[in-house]
C-alpha cells in the first residue's frame, strides 16, 4: 500500500489554490500597455510632435508682415518732418517679396526727395534676389530641412518604441521563466513533503529502514531550498516588470499577485514563428537606422546647396510702382511711368567664411555615409548571427521538449518498478530530481527562444512597425 502511495504522488502534478485562482497577463496585453502607458512611450510619441514645431518655425520664414515706421523731429516750435511709412510684405518661396504701402511725408525742413502728395504716396511692387538667394535662400533650406527632419523624426520614433518594446520583453519573458520554475519548484516541494511523511510512517511501522528517512529529508531540505532561491527570483522580476506597466494617465501599477504570465502548455503546443529566410540585404536597406542616415544626408544636401548659393554675389532688384490715392483708391489716376526702382550688389573678395562651410559640409557627408557603410555591416553581421542563434535555440528547445517526455516516462517506468519493489527510493529520488530538472530547462529554454525572436525583430526593428 506505501509503495503505491509513492506511484500516485510521482504522477499528481499539485497546483496550489492561489495560482488556480491567477489571471493571465498574456504578452501581447503587455506590450500593449507598455505602448499606451510608459512614459518612454510617451516621451517616443513626442518626437513627431516636436518635429512639427521645427516645420511652423521654418513656415513662419514666410509669414506676411505688416510694418509701420514713424520719424518726427520737433524743434524751436516747428516741426522739421514726420515720415510714416505704413507697408505690407509678403514672401514668397522663389526668393521674390511683394510688397506694398503708403508714405506720407510732411515738414518744413523736409528733404525734397521725400516729398509726398497731400493724400500720400502709394507703391507696391517687388524685390528679387537674382544672385544669392535666387536658387535658395536660408528661408527656404530651413524649411526643406524641417520637412525632412518631419519624416525622419517618424524613423526616430519607431526606434524609440521598438528599444522600449525590446527590453520590455526580455523582462516579461525573465518573469514567465521565474514563475513557471516557481511552479515546478512548487509541486516538487509538495512531493518531497509528501514523500517524507509517508518514509517516516513506514519506517515508524517497520516497513522501511530508518535511513531512509534521512534521504527523503535531504530531498525535502535541498528543493525548500531551491525553491526559496527561485521565490526571491521570481519576485526580483516581478519587481523589474513593474517599471514597464503604467495607466495611460501616467499613474504606475503594480503587478498584482494574482498575476501570471502565458501558460507554459499553450506557448509548448503554439505554431513555431516564421523566421524569414531570405537575403539580408533588402531588410537592411529598409531599416530605420539606415533611413535616418538617409536622411541626415538630405539635410547636408540642402546645407550643401544652400553653402554653394553663398559663393554667388548678392544682387538684389526692387521695383515699385508709384501713385497717389484719391478717395483711399491707390490705383485711382495710376500710371505705369510712376514708378521707384533699384539695384544693390555686394560680393564678399575671398569667400573664405562661405568656402568654409561648404567645405565643412563635404566632411559632414563623408561622414555620414562612412557612417552608413558601417552601420550596414553592423546589421548584417547582427541580424546573421541573431537568426542563426534563434534557429539553433529552436533546435536545442525540441531536444529539451523530447528530453522532458523522455525523463517523465523514466521516473514513471520506476516508480512502476519501486511499487513491485524492484527499485529503490534513491533511484526514484533520482529519476524524479532529473525529470524536474528537465522541465526547468524546458521553461527556460521557452524564455529564451522568445527573448531570441524579440532581439530579431527589434534588429528589424519590426516590434512597432
Not at 512548487?186 to 513533503?193: A, D, N, P, R
Request: charge should be neutral; aromatic fraction near 10%.
Amino acid at each position: 500500500m506505501p509503495n503505491k502511495l509513492f506511484a500516485a504522488i510521482g504522477t499528481v502534478c499539485f497546483v496550489l489554490n492561489f495560482w488556480a485562482q491567477s489571471f493571465e497577463l498574456r504578452p501581447e496585453a503587455f506590450m500593449l500597455q507598455v505602448l499606451e502607458g510608459h512614459p518612454l512611450a510617451k516621451q517616443a510619441n513626442l518626437i513627431p510632435e516636436f518635429a512639427q514645431t521645427y516645420v511652423l518655425k521654418a513656415r513662419g520664414g514666410f509669414d506676411p508682415k505688416l510694418n509701420y515706421n514713424l520719424s518726427q523731429k520737433y524743434y524751436g516750435d516747428k516741426l522739421y518732418f514726420s515720415l510714416s511709412d505704413a507697408n505690407f510684405k509678403v514672401p514668397t518661396w522663389y526668393g521674390l517679396t511683394l510688397q506694398t504701402g503708403l508714405e506720407q511725408n510732411r515738414g518744413t525742413y523736409l528733404d525734397p526727395q521725400g516729398l509726398t502728395p497731400t493724400n500720400g504716396l502709394w507703391y507696391g511692387g517687388i524685390s528679387a534676389n537674382l544672385g544669392n538667394g535666387l536658387l535658395i535662400d536660408e528661408r527656404r533650406a530651413e524649411l526643406q530641412k524641417a520637412r525632412v527632419y518631419l519624416k525622419s523624426s517618424q524613423l526616430e520614433q519607431r526606434l524609440a518604441l521598438n528599444e522600449l518594446l525590446l527590453e520590455a520583453g526580455y523582462a516579461y519573458w525573465d518573469w514567465y521563466s521565474a514563475y513557471h520554475s516557481e511552479l515546478i519548484l512548487k509541486e516538487s516541494l509538495q512531493i518531497g513533503e509528501i514523500r517524507l511523511r509517508a518514509v517516516q510512517r513506514m519506517a515508524e511501522l517497520g516497513d522501511r529502514p530508518y535511513i531512509d528517512t534521512v534521504e527523503a529529508a535531504i530531498q525535502y531540505q535541498n528543493r525548500a531550498v531551491a525553491l526559496a532561491q527561485q521565490q526571491a527570483k521570481r519576485m526580483a522580476t516581478s519587481a523589474f516588470l513593474n517599471r514597464y506597466l503604467w495607466q495611460p494617465d501616467g499613474t504606475p501599477l503594480e503587478l498584482s499577485e494574482a498575476a501570471a504570465p502565458i501558460a507554459a502548455d499553450t506557448l509548448t503546443t503554439q505554431i513555431p514563428k516564421l523566421l524569414y529566410t531570405g537575403p539580408l540585404d533588402s531588410l537592411i536597406l529598409e531599416h530605420p537606422y539606415i533611413g535616418v542616415l538617409g536622411y541626415k544626408l538630405d539635410v547636408l544636401s540642402i546645407e550643401k546647396r544652400y553653402n554653394i548659393e553663398q559663393l554667388k554675389p548678392q544682387i538684389e532688384l526692387k521695383y515699385n510702382l508709384l501713385n497717389e490715392p484719391i478717395q483711399y483708391n491707390p490705383l485711382a489716376q495710376f500710371s505705369i511711368n510712376d514708378y521707384k526702382w533699384g539695384v544693390s550688389a555686394q560680393m564678399p573678395l575671398l569667400f573664405r567664411k562661405e568656402r568654409a562651410a561648404l567645405q565643412q559640409t563635404n566632411l559632414q557627408i563623408e561622414q555620414i555615409n562612412l557612417e552608413r557603410q558601417d552601420r550596414t555591416a553592423q546589421l548584417l553581421a547582427k541580424m546573421q548571427a541573431a537568426r542563426a542563434e534563434y534557429v539553433l535555440a529552436l533546435e536545442q528547445l525540441e531536444i529539451y521538449k523530447i528530453n522532458a517526455l523522455n525523463t517523465k516516462l523514466l521516473l514513471n517506468a520506476e516508480l512502476n518498478l519501486f511499487d513491485t519493489g524492484e527499485s529503490s527510493l534513491f533511484m526514484v529520488n533520482m529519476r524524479e530530481s532529473a525529470a524536474f530538472s528537465a522541465a526547468l530547462k524546458l521553461i527556460d529554454y521557452q524564455a529564451k527562444c522568445e527573448q531570441l525572436w524579440l532581439k530579431w525583430e527589434f534588429l528589424q526593428a519590426s516590434l512597432v512597425r
